[in-house]
């Protein structure tokens, strides 16, 4: 039979303290504090957990525990802190607990019971909106490249649209019906918007997930959800290509390009010779320039639809070189901006191209103007330019032209772009276009294949 533990008073239990180790071990040695379990008496089993203090404290935390058997499981079922609770309220804690377990009721899994009640509660009071805001705030910190704000001010605009319709909702009660409000005003009239809507809410639902606020599928999901809702955004939105110049045309517009002294004039020229996007070129930075191999390597981070940790070099033509070597190395962009801006503006390569356009109908040309659209051409569809070029005037294979372009869209480019020679064959390329756009003189055909 146990040895009968003498109660306690109120002033010796307010004298507990942690213990300390009274034997060396593997992990511990004689002396060090530890964890003590005082017996108090009063209910079998009550006793009163003391910590070691931490940094800054006296008293380690202290809190209650009943230490007894449910079937044959030990169990240490917490009570409370102390003194939050007193002596007086532990024992008659205590004692309704084993009342309970006399009764057939484990508190221990009782206690799980109400905690998974009152997490339903809490999923239930938990609002679209809530979840919402909450996304953005972890997203809005991982963008990256060349234009995070751009990225965050997209995202944002997105979760508002969501607010108007279903920032009150309950986020375990949000339905297709739900998203459809929210799409229906915007899916034929703004596909590309609504798109990115509704895998902001699929997101947003995906986090719900993960805290175990939602179960089922998302409302959000497109297959065999909303899609027997609303037609496919591929059938009713056809993507508008940037106006382009066209090669045939290449020659004339370089000439006059070549008499404007001007670094936004630079930079479209040093655009067009490495078939790079506009803003890759706007925000160019000398460390990733190396004129002593003649690259330029941009980190993944900057590029479109590309792994941040998957750097693309763009081996650069002697007009490439040259143009670097002509500008003043002072700043952290290549080209600089006017009025101490450290990089050109988002639309001085648009504005050098519409400005050339100018130029040719002033002396009597006939522009530069892209026929499928009656616009004039803009300094992105100079990829196109270079693109129709490759394709049309040129042998060379059409993984070249593309990995040039930077598009990784296929297994082949994937693995042509870790192949050792394909720089040198993109070099070929770039030169022969280069030739092209100065001279106007085609390539020579050749009898075998590039790659």
Same mark, same amino acid.
């Given at each position: 039979?146990?040895?009968?533990?003498?109660?306690?008073?109120?002033?010796?239990?307010?004298?507990?303290?942690?213990?300390?180790?009274?034997?060396?071990?593997?992990?511990?040695?004689?002396?060090?504090?530890?964890?003590?379990?005082?017996?108090?008496?009063?209910?079998?089993?009550?006793?009163?957990?003391?910590?070691?203090?931490?940094?800054?404290?006296?008293?380690?935390?202290?809190?209650?525990?009943?230490?007894?058997?449910?079937?044959?499981?030990?169990?240490?079922?917490?009570?409370?802190?102390?003194?939050?609770?007193?002596?007086?309220?532990?024992?008659?804690?205590?004692?309704?607990?084993?009342?309970?377990?006399?009764?057939?009721?484990?508190?221990?899994?009782?206690?799980?019971?109400?905690?998974?009640?009152?997490?339903?509660?809490?999923?239930?009071?938990?609002?679209?909106?809530?979840?919402?805001?909450?996304?953005?705030?972890?997203?809005?910190?991982?963008?990256?490249?060349?234009?995070?704000?751009?990225?965050?001010?997209?995202?944002?605009?997105?979760?508002?649209?969501?607010?108007?319709?279903?920032?009150?909702?309950?986020?375990?009660?949000?339905?297709?019906?739900?998203?459809?409000?929210?799409?229906?005003?915007?899916?034929?009239?703004?596909?590309?918007? $609504?798109?990115?809507?509704?895998?902001?809410?699929?997101?947003?639902?995906?986090?719900?997930?993960?805290?175990?606020?939602?179960?089922?599928?998302?409302?959000?999901?497109?297959?065999?959800?909303?899609?027997?809702?609303?037609?496919?955004?591929?059938?009713?939105?056809?993507?508008?290509?940037?106006?382009?110049?066209?090669?045939?045309?290449?020659?004339?517009?370089?000439?006059?390009?070549?008499?404007?002294?001007?670094?936004?004039?630079?930079?479209?020229?040093?655009?067009?010779?490495?078939?790079?996007?506009?803003?890759?070129?706007?925000?160019?930075?000398?460390?990733?320039?190396?004129?002593?191999?003649?690259?330029?390597?941009?980190?993944?981070?900057?590029?479109?639809?590309?792994?941040?940790?998957?750097?693309?070099?763009?081996?650069?033509?002697?007009?490439?070189?040259?143009?670097?070597?002509?500008?003043?190395?002072?700043?952290?962009?290549?080209?600089?901006?006017?009025?101490?801006?450290?990089?050109?503006?988002?639309?001085?390569?648009?504005?050098?191209?519409? $400005?050339?356009?100018?130029?040719?109908?002033?002396?009597?040309?006939?522009?530069?103007?892209?026929?499928?659209?009656?616009?004039?051409?803009?300094?992105?569809?100079?990829?196109?330019?270079?693109?129709?070029?490759?394709?049309?005037?040129?042998?060379?294979?059409?993984?070249?032209?593309?990995?040039?372009?930077?598009?990784?869209?296929?297994?082949?480019?994937?693995?042509?772009?870790?192949?050792?020679?394909?720089?040198?064959?993109?070099?070929?390329?770039?030169?022969?276009?280069?030739?092209?756009?100065?001279?106007?003189?085609?390539?020579?055909?050749?009898?075998?294949?590039?790659?």
């Amino acid at each position: 039979m146990p040895k009968k533990v003498p109660e306690m008073g109120p002033a010796q239990v307010r004298n507990l303290r942690h213990g300390v180790v009274t034997k060396d071990s593997k992990t511990r040695k004689a002396g060090d504090p530890c964890v003590a379990y005082h017996r108090v008496g009063g209910v079998d089993g009550l006793v009163l957990q003391c910590r070691p203090p931490a940094a800054g404290q006296e008293i380690g935390s202290r809190s209650w525990l009943l230490v007894t058997t449910v079937g044959l499981r030990r169990r240490e079922i917490g009570l409370g802190g102390y003194p939050d609770v007193t002596l007086g309220e532990a024992r008659e804690l205590a004692r309704q607990k084993r009342e309970d377990i006399r009764n057939g009721i484990d508190p221990v899994e009782q206690n799980q019971v109400q905690k998974a009640k009152d997490r339903e509660r809490q999923r239930k009071q938990v609002t679209f909106g809530d979840l919402a805001e909450e996304y953005y705030k972890i997203k809005e910190v991982t963008f990256r490249g060349k234009n995070p704000q751009r990225q965050r001010n997209r995202l944002r605009k997105a979760i508002d649209r969501c607010l108007v319709e279903i920032g009150d909702t309950q986020i375990g009660e949000l339905t297709v019906e739900d998203v459809l409000r929210v799409l229906r005003p915007l899916w034929t009239t703004q596909t590309p918007t $609504a798109t990115r809507i509704r895998q902001t809410i699929a997101q947003i639902w995906r986090l719900a997930d993960s805290r175990k606020l939602v179960s089922g599928r998302s409302p959000a999901d497109w297959d065999n959800n909303l899609d027997g809702w609303l037609p496919p955004a591929k059938r009713i939105h056809h993507t508008k290509h940037k106006p382009a110049l066209r090669h045939q045309d290449l020659p004339g517009f370089m000439k006059l390009l070549a008499v404007r002294d001007t670094i936004p004039a630079r930079a479209l020229e040093f655009q067009i010779l490495t078939i790079a996007r506009p803003t890759e070129v706007q925000f160019a930075e000398w460390p990733e320039i190396n004129l002593e191999e003649g690259t330029w390597t941009l980190p993944g981070s900057k590029m479109k639809n590309r792994n941040p940790n998957e750097a693309h070099v763009v081996p650069l033509v002697p007009r490439a070189i040259e143009i670097l070597r002509s500008m003043p190395q002072s700043g952290r962009y290549v080209f600089p901006g006017y009025r101490g801006n450290e990089q050109i503006s988002e639309n001085a390569l648009n504005n050098t191209v519409k $400005a050339i356009h100018q130029e040719s109908l002033k002396s009597g040309g006939k522009g530069f103007v892209d026929p499928r659209y009656n616009k004039v051409a803009c300094a992105h569809g100079m990829r196109s330019c270079f693109k129709n070029f490759a394709a049309s005037k040129t042998d060379y294979d059409d993984v070249v032209s593309e990995l040039s372009l930077a598009h990784l869209d296929s297994d082949e480019t994937r693995a042509a772009y870790l192949s050792d020679q394909i720089l040198d064959r993109r070099l070929m390329l770039l030169n022969a276009y280069s030739r092209y756009a100065y001279t106007g003189k085609l390539p020579r055909k050749r009898q075998s294949k590039d790659y």
